[in-house]
């Protein structure tokens, strides 16, 4: 199965492979609410508490009878007496009495009767026993009222929702120890080559050490998924299929990095597509690097294979694998790849109706950035380790020129 | 202590307090390679080994001697006679002689006395034994030399670089299994206030539950650090004193979000002036929320005090706390926050000289991102978790108006 003739542009094949795949429920499971950062929420959070309980005051200043202030201003202050202060973290035992007023701290409750808190600033105490308020208050102002910010029953936070750190904190605020998120989807992650040895071996004349398993196990657990590695294949069809095949029914997906050889990574579409219907969705992509990109789905699970070059490798890994398990992990908002615009430091030609993603360097100046792209040779792995980010060339455009401003995306 | 007439701009303020740190080296640690991602090398990283060790072929083709193609062109090939293929993942058992070629796949090793490769699309089989060579290569053309990328004793990491996909793939390709990395900086965290609650309880009437030790240690452990967690601290001189100076003795920096009235934050603020010299650099910024934040430095470490209010705890801590664990850590590159440039929806004021950040929804068209302002009547951490991201309003502006284009922040 050689490379499809015509080449999808990525977005087209990425759309193409995820409408292949059912629309599952993602499996869930229980986490520590305090150890949950990153995961995405199996279910929506629902309120199980009135927040705020009780009335509180968002100001430092003085408890009041709303009405007792009616009118007052600069020239001509509302005098009132002043009342016990009220504590905070405990439910003040006193309520106020008309011409009351009682200092209260910002998150104070507010006593009994008392139905809006003057802020210090408008305030002035004139004697042991009297404060003058230079401002009128309405009923309720500066203050929060029970369950204002959420009642009980209501949303806190929706399904298939990332915990960053405020959702950390909304949990706390319900006082939710343990929450539902989404299984982390697990991705096998399968290396081919028969040149291709582990790391922890010294390799032979001939023999190159397998990066793409540990860069690629590396980029899916920054997704959000869970990679589970099956090794090294030799560049053989029954032990790919068996292989793959044993990675599809314990994963949710599985990434295969290919030979580097058009032949070896031809075996590697021929095999997918014997693991199941529909199969092979895509057999070349407009991108470079990443050109002989495969997409498929078996048996109602998607199978990303990559080229065998592990600059290439992690590009594609990026454009695909990670939209992927965000896809699996059932994220309602897909999060949004870092970037930043900077200025090129050199003329960058691409070929129109193809999409390039190339190295580059970024430098601060002190207006903007500037983006100084890396050529290497061999396009190897150091490539990448010293690169900021990668340039994004789009289909539609045949290069840019030296100052023209690119879009330059984190690595 | 009260806050500081002037109010310092952020950035001004983070400088001031960085500058006071000592300019010591970060502890080390050894990590398992391919289970360091995020992690930071605590020293340059150098190459053992030639890489490649051999010389090889970046293309499927034919290896040949450069001169055996002298001249060749798509009018007048050369005419090479077929050797052995050579062989993927060994050492081919065989040289090339004069006027002979080899077929060969990208990665594969050169025969012995072939110095070039031919592309396939270059060269036609005309026989069971002959190739057309259509097109002449240089010495060296399509193929890598030994040590070409990196020679024994290069720099292939520097010291204080973060490890990403890309650089745990250097390290596989190095074979190096461990590699020595920067502890994570230890960052204390403390809460005070006397209405806070451990969120496992039930608040009594007046009680609220601790938000910002959860939220707080969520960020610290995006940011690179690791948070030590010292509790709920009354609003008591002794007890706080205590229990910072203990903080500061056993972490590399202590974070502090002060209660949310006035007197509770001035109570902090002495507190940390008795701890050590210098003290208390910093009692206001000029930014919302946020304002009355407190940074110092005693014996030599760094002491936050965060507003009580947890959005704007979340806010200044982005501000103040992320780059100070970067800075612990030895980074050398600081990471840029992600950003969007979005169009805002509705008019947005500000006061002059002062930075504003402000939670914001955004919503993909077509075009672009719109952003849409959060308020919320008490800035809860609700507001934070509807939110995507927080819109940047400069210190020089006063306002934005509808249809302008801000930066927004991610959450």
Redesign the interface.
Known sequence: MPEFLELLPPGQALALMLNHLPDASPALETAL??CA?NRVTGAPVVSGEL????S?S?V?GYAVRARDTFGASDSLPAYLSLGPET??????EFSLVEGQASLI?????LPADADAVVM?EHTQATGSNELEVLRAVGEGENT?LPG???KVGQE??PGGARL??????????????EVIVVKRPRIGVLSS????VP?????????????????????I??AGGEPVQYGIIP?QADTLYQTLNTALQECDAAVITA??????RDLTADVIQKIGDPGVLVHGVSVRPGKPTILAVCKGKAIVGLP?N??SA?VIARLFVAPLIHRLAGLK?IP?Q???RARLKINLASQAGREDWIPARLIQTDEYYEAEPIF???N???T??Q??GLIYIPADVTGFSAGNFVKVE??
């Open positions: 609410a305090h950062l927040l705020p309980a009780f509180r968002t430092d504590p905070m973290g405990k439910a003040p701290h910002t998150g104070g409750m210090l929060l204002e910010d959420l806190a936070l960053r750190p405020p959702e950390i904190g909304v949990l706390m605020a319900l006082g939710i120890a080559g028969d040149e291709v790391p922890q071996k010294s390799p032979q004349p001939g023999q190159v050490r397998d990066i793409n398993s540990y860069s690629l196990s590396a980029l657990e920054q560049d030979g580097s050889s058009a032949s070896t065998g592990p600059v992690l908002k949004l870092p970037s930043v290497f040779k061999s190897l792995i150091f990448l380790a690169a900021d984190f690595l």
